[in-house]
């Protein structure tokens, strides 16, 4: 199993026990990134752990390909010196070097191709935590909002109660009593308290207040040439009643009339 397949084990073992436990999204979402951030250190170390091994095999091969080069100078060397001897036992290190550094330059080339897998899954799993991490944001702010819909939505249920309405219809009757109340016993304070003269004159004027208003409305008239310029209010006649009045155009009867 490579080193990614059981850090994603682990993590969804994580995640699975996180969501079965969870009672605050906002807490799990914080712990899975937490973990996610945890494994991805662990994966970091790792994979310099591969780097560091990948880079000693090709030190290794460098070195036994170096070996081969210097036997085979000895051999070269050994010929020179007519010593063929010399010369068959370094050509025989030299081939062990040469077939060493071959076989430890293959299985760095392996180790290089998945040493290079394992630095693009560690940007995958890093580029996958930063996604994450914007989520995780979006996801809190979609749980905040859900929250304050859910409290909103209780809280109008509570207000849609009969009990909730009938309570303002009572307090706005009470209300209402209470401020009739208070006006009539203002009422009763002005009509039997004070002082009577006083109480007489205000009435008094209010009437004259009401003949200016009857001289206004007879001017407003005359202004219209609904009645003739310099005409006046009517003059009640004595002797005749209060009711009875003369017309203005009615002359009076000649004296030998009046008395026939």
Do not use: C, Y
């Amino acid at each position: 199993m490579g080193i990614f397949d059981r850090l994603s084990q682990m993590l969804r073992s994580n995640i699975n026990d996180l969501i079965s436990k969870a009672e605050d999204p906002e807490k799990m979402l914080t712990q899975i990134l937490a973990d996610m951030r945890s494994q991805l250190a662990k994966a970091k170390q790792q994979v310099a752990t591969a780097i560091a091994d990948e880079k000693r095999l090709r030190d290794q091969a460098d070195a036994e390909f170096t070996q081969a080069q210097d036997w085979e100078r000895r051999a070269m060397l050994a010929v020179q010196e007519n010593r063929d001897d010399l010369a068959k036992q370094a050509l025989v290190r030299q081939a062990e070097h040469a077939n060493n550094g071959q076989q430890l330059a293959q299985t760095w080339e392996a180790h290089r191709l998945e040493t290079e897998k394992l630095k693009n899954s560690l940007r995958d799993l890093n580029d996958k935590i930063e996604e994450a991490k914007r989520k995780k944001n979006l996801l809190i702010a979609r749980q905040r909002r859900a929250q304050a819909q859910k409290r909103i939505a209780e809280t109008m249920s509570s207000l849609s109660e009969k009990s909730a309405f009938e309570a303002f219809s009572r307090m706005e009757e009470r209300i209402e009593t209470n401020e009739r109340q208070i006006k009539a016993a203002t009422e009763i304070d002005e009509e039997f308290s004070g002082d009577t003269l006083q109480r007489e004159f205000k009435q008094l004027e209010r009437g004259a207040v009401s003949g200016t208003v009857d001289q206004q409305l007879l001017a407003l008239k005359q202004k219209m040439g609904m009645l003739p310029a310099g005409s006046s209010a009517p003059a009640k006649q004595l002797g005749r009643g209060d009711d009875e009045t003369v017309p203005a155009d009615i002359e009076e009867l000649p004296e030998e009339k009046k008395t026939s």
